[in-house]
């Protein structure tokens, strides 16, 4: 059967790489992207204006193109999401709760769902956090992912809809910018080291939180899509991590590109209550043993990388 893949909310960080990896594994014409803005970057192939809250709309869309794969990435982040928390709250549950239902009702072969490290809270192991522990998210974004994951699992137990999901640690990338998370950090402080030498960190020097090259989230992403049914003994979300560091790490692996590099703190910002209250590393043996992961990425090749294209981008 030839795919049909819809991405809801292309735009993001994750969406407009995800979109790129589709086309070229799958044609073009066969992935159609959305979201509620036209693309800043217009790319070629099929584009719908969706809000995934309008279930009518969406559902005309589900009619139009049969989709076989649905990757649903519309989401408020975790930073903005305390700015507006009701805002966040309905978005990522009702647009979630959209698309489980209409997947059913199509009868979708796989659906993708992005969770986060923002599932765990303060009295979750702090290093090496398993895949089941205590979780207290106290975000509502960690509140919406966590209640997300169990609809997930709800979803497959009931309705058996092929559910698929990770929880992506910080995600760095230098194609798209980052969408208002407590990791962004680790983005900005890139672009600044190239464009001014300096960067004001609003994380302290010693918070340590688990990253992801982008690169390694797609291969990974389509990894796990790809895997065998039997094989996934998850349905809420995956644990998933690249490395663990802290912006005083970074730091000293971008001075050693560099040298004149400097890095200042920006104390009292509240994105530092919510990086406290996550994991500093994360255990994924599940996504190791059920399908494979293996991140590629370790610190001093994602810095080399990440300052090697925006370098290029700026020229
Ligand atoms: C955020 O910082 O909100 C996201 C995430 C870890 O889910 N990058």
């Known amino acids: 059967m030839e795919e049909s893949i819809i991405i809801i909310g292309s735009n ?11 086309r070229s594994k799958y044609g073009v014409e066969r992935v159609v992207t959305s979201d509620i803005r036209e693309p800043s970057i217009v790319a070629q192939g099929p584009f719908e204006l969706i809000n995934v809250l309008d279930k009518e709309l969406l559902r005309s869309i589900f009619e139009q193109y049969h989709p076989t794969q649905v990757y649903l990435l519309a989401a ?3 930073a903005v999401g305390e700015q507006n928390p009701k805002m966040a709250w309905d978005l990522n549950m ?20 992005p969770s986060s490290i923002a599932v765990f809270g303060p009295h979750s192991p702090k290093e090496n956090t398993p895949q089941y522990c205590i979780m207290d998210p106290n975000t509502v974004y960690g509140l919406s992912k966590q209640a997300g994951e169990r609809w997930c699992e709800y979803y497959f137990n009931k309705y058996n809809l092929d559910i698929r999901s990770i929880r992506y640690p910080g995600l760095i990338s230098w194609k798209t910018a980052p969408g208002g998370g407590t ?28 990253m992801l090259y982008m690169e390694d989230a797609i291969r990974g992403t389509l990894e796990l899509m790809e895997a065998p049914a039997t094989n996934l003994r998850i349905r809420s979300s995956y644990n998933l991590t690249g490395i663990s560091f802290t912006p005083e790490q970074l730091s000293s692996e971008i ?5 004149s590099f400097s890095l200042s703190y920006l104390p009292n910002d509240p ?17 190791q043993q059920d399908w494979g992961w293996n991140p590629h990425f370790n610190l001093a090749n994602l810095t080399e990388e990440m300052l090697s294209n925006l370098k290029q981008n700026l020229e």
């Open 255 to 259: 001075k050693k590109h560099l040298p």
């Open 94 to 113: 009702t647009g979630l709760l959209n698309v489980l239902d209409l997947a059913v009702e199509f009868n979708v072969s796989k659906v993708f769902w």
């Open 271 to 287: 994105r530092q209550a919510i990086a406290d209250s996550w994991p500093s590393s994360i255990n994924d043996d599940y996504a």
């Open 12 to 22: 993001g960080q994750i969406g407009t790489e995800l979109a790129l990896a589709l």
């Open 76 to 78: 408020v982040l975790s």
């Open 183 to 210: 990791t962004d950090y680790a983005i900005h402080i890139f672009h600044d080291a190239l464009s001014k030498g300096s960067y004001d960190c609003f994380l302290s020097a010693e918070t340590k939180l688990p």
